[in-house]
């Protein structure tokens, strides 16, 4: 069964047949895994064309960590880490190229230097995020955050989390549509790692194929965050390689359509086994 075609400017993202990777490229100095490996601009474009000769389908240039307790980046700084990066990665790579930011005149100084996607943390709390993305036909990820990353691991509380996040994303859809968004141009994330504990996250991936109810692609991020660590006793987010494959095969058989990660090599490995089980017939 076929799933939805994910429109993000010129590229379409076909969805159902495969596991998509979304591969992380942060040009931070403080992201929670990685911080100050790929600040050199030079560093960055490598890194980025390493993980599409790799098999990453798209990659995802971040100026601006989103990590708990995180603060929050002057807008120049995170415009000057992101735009030099993106304007080189359009032309090394055939690869739709997406911007994780949640400020749309970020979005728009990516968007027009080539960047395909907005993928929005706080799935367009600024006002102009979705007049943007309609008026240039960048895709956007909707994620569900609670609060801000400064404060959103602070004892975070849910009556029912499934239903709670899911809903949230239902109105972020609603109010993107309403906007004149097409839905062909719209996927969620139910963030992972953003205002959950261990049991909220856990109780999410379980539930993750009812987010496919929603009728869009949905895109999980769990490569090496804190709920992997706490499950293995790995405090080193980058040696949660084993952890993070373990989610990675959890979500590919689940038909999650995009897989957010580090490790692209190594998680292209997992999924297409995965894939090859659990998606007869569409390799």
């Not at 989103?66 to 080189?88: K, S, Y």
């Not at 949230?168 to 994330?189: H, N």
């Not at 993750?208 to 405090?235: A, W």
């Not at 979500?251 to 957010?260: E, S």
Request: charged share 25%; net charge negative; aromatic share 4%.
């Amino acid at each position: 069964m076929e799933g939805p075609v994910w429109r993000c400017r010129a590229h379409e993202l076909r969805c159902g047949g495969r596991t998509l990777l979304m591969g992380v490229l942060n040009v931070t100095p403080d992201s929670f895994s990685d911080g100050g490996a790929f600040l050199d601009p030079e560093a960055a474009v490598a890194q980025g064309v390493r993980m599409a000769e790799e098999g990453a389908d798209v990659l995802d240039v971040g100026g601006e960590s989103t990590r708990p307790g995180a603060d929050e980046v002057p807008v120049d700084v995170e415009l000057d880490r992101v735009v030099p990066v993106i304007e080189r990665l359009v032309k090394e790579i055939d690869r739709p190229i997406s911007v994780d930011t949640r400020r749309a005149i970020v979005a728009r100084a990516a968007i027009e230097v080539g960047a395909s996607i907005v993928n929005d943390v706080t799935a367009a709390r600024d006002p102009e995020m979705l007049t943007l993305v309609r008026d240039t036909g960048a895709g956007l990820v909707l994620m569900h955050m609670l609060g801000e990353p400064k404060t959103m691991q602070v004892d975070p509380r849910y009556d029912d989390v499934v239903g709670e996040v899911r809903s949230f994303l239902a109105d972020r859809i609603g109010a993107a549509v309403a906007a004149g968004v097409p839905r062909s141009s719209l996927c969620v994330d139910p963030g992972i790692g953003f205002g959950k504990t261990l049991e909220h996250n856990l109780l999410l991936l379980r539930a993750i194929g009812t987010f496919r109810e929603l009728r869009v692609p949905v895109l999980v991020g769990p490569s090496r965050k804190r709920f992997i660590g706490e499950l293995t006793g790995v405090e080193n987010p980058a040696e949660r390689l084993e952890g993070t494959a373990g989610a990675v095969a959890w979500c590919a058989a689940q038909g999650v359509d995009v897989v957010r990660v580090h490790d692209v090599g190594a998680m292209r490995r997992v999924v297409d086994v995965v894939d090859a089980i659990a998606r007869k017939g569409r390799r």
